[in-house]
Every structure is written in C-alpha cells, then in structure tokens.
C-alpha cells in the first residue's frame, strides 16, 4: 500500500486536516472521501484523524492510499519502460496498439500489458494513463500509479510530436481552429463550429517536393487534434487514411511524441523525458537525409 507523508507548514497551523491537504497536498474530494474508509487512512504523527480535526505545524501527516482492484486480468506483452518510479510509469508505446480494450476490437491492449507488468512485480495496480495516444500514434505515454498522482497530473503534460505530412510547407504556424465530432461518425473529426476549442503549434524541421517534417506542441489534447488540424491546413499526415488518402509513405499515420515534460506529483520536481524516433518514421526520415537530434 502506497503511503505519501506530508509536513504541515506554518500558514496551516490550526487548519484542518481536510482543508491542509485539500490545498496543500491537492487531495482531490473523492480520495479524501475514499481515505475515510481505509484503516489509518490519515495520521497526524502516527495517530488517526478525521478530515474535521486539525493540525498543527510540524506534524508529519501521512495518508495510506486505498488498494487498487484492476478491472482487467493483464496480458503479458513487450514493454518498453522509459522511466519509473513509485508514482509514475512512462513507456514508449509502439505503434498499432490501443491504450484501452474497446467494444469493437477484441484484442491485447497497452493496458493489459501494464497490469500484467505491474503483477510481475507484485503490485497490485491499475492502469490510469494521463492522456491517450491513437492505436497508430507511437512514443511517450505517461502514465500514474495511483489516484492521487493521477490528479496531480491531470492536464498538466506537455508534449512535442514530430510528424510528417504530405507537401511543403515551410517556416511555421499556429493553427486555432474547433473540432468537433463528423456528423454521422463515431470517432472521426472535423474542423467546424461548436466544436470544442483547439490550439496547434507547428514548426518545419525539413521538406521537400512531396513531404515535410515538423515539430508540433498542442496546448489542447481533442481526440485526432494533430491530425485534424494539419488536414485542415492542406498537409495530412503521411498514412493517414482517415484524414488523408495516403499508405505509400507510411503504412500507420506519420505521428511520434518524442518528447515529455511533467512536474512530479509527489516530488515537485521537473521531469524531462526525450526517446528516439519511432524506426519505420526514423526510415522514412533517412530516405529523404533528414536529420532530427
């Protein structure tokens, strides 16, 4: 069981505990409520409180997590684990796997993968990944290990993708446009009115005639957001069939988070995380004698 210690600070001397560690420690009000059932949920210097009592400053408050229960039985899967500690998992997804099991694919997902690799360590944990990536996106998936970091971090990423689309298109841009759900499609997008506020920023690394390669920063993270947008502006991503009409460039869309940045939600620390291109974009980009660090 997972147990986080916290030491209250002189502004919350004669606080209560509810209001220390819904503001200082940024419990949200569903775990609070959940450390109301769990057996010495919350101590103050080894003694149990309620959320109504209150510190004082130097106590040493700790809270024992409530136990997962995994919905799901993990499938032992190749897992490619790019950084890990007791809060955080980040992995480098490959391309053509889902996050999560859907009604219309029956088949392993990352998710059953993570539980599994969590039981060969002999934890008991669920799988609560920060953001998704599409089945045919690759690279860096976070992922937390607990309610309270998954909180923590909810919203609060920021990642770099490289892609490459088709055409030219040089310098750089930012494309503000809604998306909103295609009419008569259940997961396909489009740029239009009522649809939900969207920010891409875009750079060129290098083009030619028939593609691009660029660097892309989303300040919103919409289902397809990359995708969409880029098809808006006239340049879909190479192998993009849903956006796009291509599969001679790629055979999954031309798409890679290479590049993570996050504050660690117990340590508070800055955590950079960087990996390699995925190899079949990493071929495609030698091909053509782009260079990327």
């Given at each position: 069981?997972?147990?986080l210690?916290?030491t209250?600070?002189k ?26 059932r769990?057996e ?24 024992r997590l ?43 997902t ?9 039981k060969?360590?002999g ?20 992922a ?5 970091a998954?909180?923590?971090l ?10 490459v ?8 841009g ?7 759900v295609?009419d008569g ?17 875009w750079?060129?690394?290098a ?27 006239g ?5 993009d069939?849903?956006?796009?009409n ?6 999954r ?9 996050f ?28 260079d990327?660090?």
């Amino acid at each position: 069981m997972r147990e986080l210690g916290y030491t209250v600070t002189k502004e919350y001397d004669n606080a209560t505990v509810q209001s220390f560690l819904r503001r200082h420690c940024g419990v949200s009000a569903r775990l609070l409520t959940r450390l109301k059932r769990v057996e010495n949920g919350i101590t103050a210097n080894g003694v149990h409180v309620r959320s109504i009592d209150r510190v004082m400053a130097g106590q040493r408050i700790v809270l024992r997590l409530p136990q997962d229960k995994p919905n799901l039985d993990g499938i032992e899967l190749p897992l490619a684990v790019v950084y890990e500690d007791d809060d955080v998992l980040a992995l480098d997804k490959p391309a053509g796997i889902a996050v999560h099991p859907s009604a219309e694919h029956d088949e392993p997902t990352l998710a059953d993968a993570v539980v599994s690799y969590f039981k060969r360590q002999g934890a008991c944990l669920s799988f609560r990944p920060i953001y998704r990536l599409d089945r045919n996106t690759s690279g860096l998936l976070l992922a937390a290990k607990n309610a309270h970091a998954a909180h923590l971090l909810n919203g609060k990423t920021q990642k770099e993708y490289l892609a490459v689309v088709l055409g030219r298109l040089e310098g750089e841009g930012v494309i503000e446009q809604p998306i909103r759900v295609k009419d008569g499609f259940g997961i396909t997008r489009e740029v239009g009115e009522g649809g939900k506020y969207c920010l891409t920023r875009w750079k060129s690394v290098a083009s030619d005639d028939t593609l691009s390669l660029i660097r892309v920063l989303i300040e919103t993270g919409r289902t397809h957001q990359i995708r969409v947008h880029m098809a808006w502006l006239g340049h879909p991503l190479a192998g993009d069939t849903m956006y796009g009409n291509d599969l001679y460039y790629m055979q999954r869309h031309a798409l890679h988070c290479f590049r993570l940045g996050f504050i660690h939600p117990i340590g508070r620390s800055a955590v950079n995380l960087s990996i390699p291109v995925a190899s079949d974009m990493c071929a495609l980009m030698t091909e053509r004698g782009w260079d990327f660090p």
